[in-house]
C-alpha cells in the first residue's frame, strides 16, 4: 500500500475547498467543447496526413485555449504561461490555493493505474506527461505535489490512440496530485467522477483544512514511501 494513501480523503475534501463545483463543472465543460473543435479542424484540414503528428498538439493547444477563456474572479484565474525553454504555452489555473495544469494523454495498451509503488507503470505515466508539458518536469519549473505556497494538480483529459477515428470527446478524466519529485508517484490519482462524492457530502459547504497540515502530512507520506522503496 502506497503510503500517502491516508491523505486521500483529506486531499479530495481540501481540492474541493479550493476549487468550488462550478469551477470544475466549467474547466470539464470546456475541455469537452476543446475536444469537438480540434477533433472537427482535424477532420476538416488533414485528409492523408496521419493524425499522430498534429493530433496531440492540436488537441493540447485547443484546450489551453478553452481554460483561458474562463472568467476569473478573486478566486480563481487562469493566465497564459510560456514554456521554459521558450516555444510552447500553457495555462495555469489558480484556485485558491491550488495551481492546476492540464495535458491530454494518449491512451495506449498499457493496463490500468495502479498504486505509486508500481514504479515501472508510474514510469510510463510520468515519461508521457513529460512529453506534452516539458517545462513542468524541468528544473527551472514551478514544483509540482506539495509546494511551499500551493498544491500543483494535473487535469489529464484521456484520448483514443491517433490511430483510431473519434478524438471528439475524452474518454476520461483523470485529477492527480503528484508528489514533490513527480518521477517517484502520486498522492492522488483518479477518474475525476469520484471527486463529485466529496462536493455531495456538504456542497460547497466543506470543512475547512488548513493547507501547511495537509502538505507536511503529503511530504512525510512522500518520505516513508520513499524509505521503503529504497528496502524493496
Not at 473543435?37 to 493524425?51: F, G, I, Q
Not at 491530454?104 to 495498451?109: A, E, L, W
Not at 487535469?155 to 518521477?183: F, Q
Amino acid at each position: 500500500m502506497n503510503q500517502a494513501e491516508p491523505n486521500k480523503e483529506e486531499l479530495c475534501r481540501f481540492i474541493c475547498q479550493e476549487l468550488p463545483s462550478h469551477r470544475l463543472q466549467q474547466m470539464l465543460e470546456s475541455i469537452e467543447v476543446a475536444f469537438q473543435k480540434s477533433d472537427s479542424h482535424l477532420k476538416e484540414t488533414y485528409k492523408h496526413v496521419p493524425l499522430a503528428g498534429p493530433g496531440p498538439q492540436s488537441h493540447h493547444f485547443t484546450v489551453q485555449e478553452a481554460l483561458l477563456s474562463l472568467p476569473k474572479d478573486e478566486n480563481f484565474e487562469v493566465s497564459n504561461q510560456v514554456t521554459k525553454p521558450a516555444g510552447g504555452h500553457y495555462a495555469l489555473v489558480r484556485a485558491g490555493i491550488m495551481q492546476i495544469t492540464t495535458s491530454v494523454i494518449t491512451m495506449g495498451r498499457t493496463p490500468p493505474i495502479r498504486d505509486a509503488r508500481f514504479r515501472r507503470l508510474l514510469g510510463l505515466i510520468n515519461k508521457r506527461l513529460e512529453r506534452q508539458q516539458p517545462d513542468l518536469f524541468g528544473i527551472s519549473a514551478s514544483p509540482l505535489g506539495p509546494s511551499q505556497d500551493a498544491l500543483h494538480a494535473l487535469l489529464l483529459p484521456h484520448t483514443t490512440k491517433w490511430s483510431e477515428s473519434d478524438h471528439s470527446s475524452p474518454i476520461g478524466v483523470t485529477i492527480a496530485v503528484p508528489y514533490s519529485d513527480p518521477r517517484a508517484g502520486f498522492h492522488l490519482y483518479m477518474d475525476v467522477g469520484q471527486l463529485w462524492q466529496y462536493y455531495s457530502e456538504a456542497g460547497d459547504e466543506v470543512e475547512d483544512i488548513a493547507y501547511p497540515t495537509l502538505r507536511d502530512r503529503m511530504r512525510r507520506a512522500e518520505n516513508r514511501d520513499q524509505i521503503e522503496g529504497g528496502n524493496e
